[in-house]
């Protein structure tokens, strides 16, 4: 095929990769508005750390020292191979042969690195498809756990295999051309890794040319198609950890936000001179559907890495009960494709009869949680599970006054008694009169 045609040719499946990455980030970008506001940006300084601490450093990834380390090699290996990509797609784009080369002996150790995590990359997602489909960590598995999540979870570790290896394959033909002088492979770079594989390769130059020429277009052609996967994938959490942690929820675990409008009334009821700030009232308490829940729970569930940590430590779910936080998460964001599927063809007033609550998550499910806030507590990206179970109580429990009969006992007794027992106040303190 002419140069010409090529470079054509790549620069308009560039364009085209990028052009539908960013057509789907911007409708998961719309997803997460149809959240209700939250203001989560104050404490700027504490949100950056926070950021750099756990996106960036991966400090709550130690806590399982081994899948830790295997994880941060993926990660420094995703980083900084994707420096390389530049260049393919300049290469592509105008035909030349690594026009980073010019970098001198600094290129040459930038092409040393990326061999050397690529072959990092490709040991550690071997080890990951060991734990996952021979060892079978039980974290892996879960009643949410069908099909497609343990797929998907695969596809992406053969897929940055097959990379890993076309771009080896791809050096190690480029480094072979390179020493028998072939025009347009000028010298350049170093190939610590793929130089061992040089003696495995035909000696004839048009098929080291044909074999070449497919590793790097294999390479380039998968990094668009994983780009272009990500969108519909655990795996776009890459990306959105670093918003999802920067937005963290910074006061005190597990503490509990007040509404607004049920703190007006009570001041109403306590200072008749009481005037509220704003007269915007909620249509209904706390959270039936996923419009209910204010935007970070719905970042929340795109940044799901559905890695089980938090089922893993979640009592109830230790203890046998129906709840499991990560199911939670991934049902929240089932959820909210299918809404944003349902605006993308009927428009954004369809209604399609189904809600968050009863047809996602059951009550059984919200109303297992000991809101010991484990899971949040444990999740490596700041995810809160916690927050979209209240908010679905709140629902339950504030417009529809369904809650389970032991429930509807203690509050009865707070109300009647003013504690969860039903002894009156009187009568509190009978236990000690002879405890002498």
């Keep these: 095929m002419p140069q010409i045609i090529c470079q054509i040719l790549f620069s308009l499946l560039s364009i085209g990769a990028i052009y539908w990455f960013v057509r789907n980030v911007k409708k998961i970008i719309r997803n997460i508005r149809l959240g209700k506001p939250i203001n989560r940006n104050d404490q700027q300084k504490k949100r950056w750390i926070t950021m750099m601490k756990i996106a960036l450093g991966q400090s709550k990834m130690v806590t399982k020292p081994i899948p830790a380390m295997l994880h941060l090699l993926v990660y420094i290996g995703f980083i900084v191979i994707n420096i ?136 380039i052609l998968g990094i668009f198609a994983f780009l272009n996967y990500l969108p519909y994938s655990k795996h776009f959490h890459i990306l959105l950890a670093f918003p999802n942690t920067y937005y963290s929820n910074l006061n005190l675990k597990g503490q509990f936000s007040n509404m607004t409008s049920v703190t007006n009334e009570v001041k109403a009821i306590l ?90 998550i059951s009550r059984e499910e919200i109303w297992a949680c000991t809101t010991c806030n484990a899971c949040t507590q444990i999740c490596p990206v700041n995810i809160d599970p916690l927050s979209i179970i209240v908010e679905l109580r709140r629902y339950a429990v504030m417009e529809e006054s369904q809650v389970p009969h032991s429930l509807n006992a203690l509050f009865n007794n707070i109300e009647n008694n003013g504690a969860p027992w039903k002894y009156a106040p009187s009568e509190r303190l009978n236990w000690a009169k002879n405890s002498q």
């Excluded at 530049?86 to 061999?115: A, K, M, Q, W």
């Excluded at 979640?314 to 349902?342: F, H, W, Y």
């Design 271 to 360: 200072y008749p001179n009481f005037t509220p700030s704003s007269t915007n009232t909620a249509e209904h308490f706390g959270a039936k559907d996923v419009q209910d829940l204010n935007w970070k729970s719905l970042m929340d569930a795109y940044t799901c890495t559905e890695c089980g940590r938090c089922t893993s430590v979640c009592p109830a779910n230790q203890t046998g009960k129906k709840l499991s936080p990560r199911k939670i998460m991934m049902d929240t964001r089932d959820r909210l494709n299918e809404v944003g599927k349902n605006i993308d063809k009927h428009g954004t007033d369809f209604q399609d009869g189904k809600s968050l609550l009863d047809n996602y």
């Design 84 to 219: 390389e990509v530049l260049e393919i797609i300049v290469d592509g784009i105008i035909g030349t042969h690594r026009v980073f080369s010019n970098l001198g002996s600094f290129y040459n150790f930038l092409i040393g690195t990326f061999e050397c995590l690529a072959l990092g990359v490709w040991l550690a997602c071997a080890l990951f498809l060991i734990r996952r489909n021979v060892l079978k960590i039980k974290r892996f598995s879960g009643i949410e756990m069908t099909q497609w999540p343990r797929s998907d979870a695969n596809y992406i570790l053969f897929t940055e295999i097959a990379l890993m290896s076309a771009f080896l394959l791809m050096n190690a033909c480029d480094y072979k051309l390179q020493t028998i002088h072939i025009q347009h492979y000028t010298p350049a770079g170093t190939f610590p890794i793929s130089k061992w594989f040089i003696q495995l390769l035909p000696n004839n130059i048009n098929t080291l040319i044909a074999i070449e020429r497919t590793g790097w277009w294999f390479h």
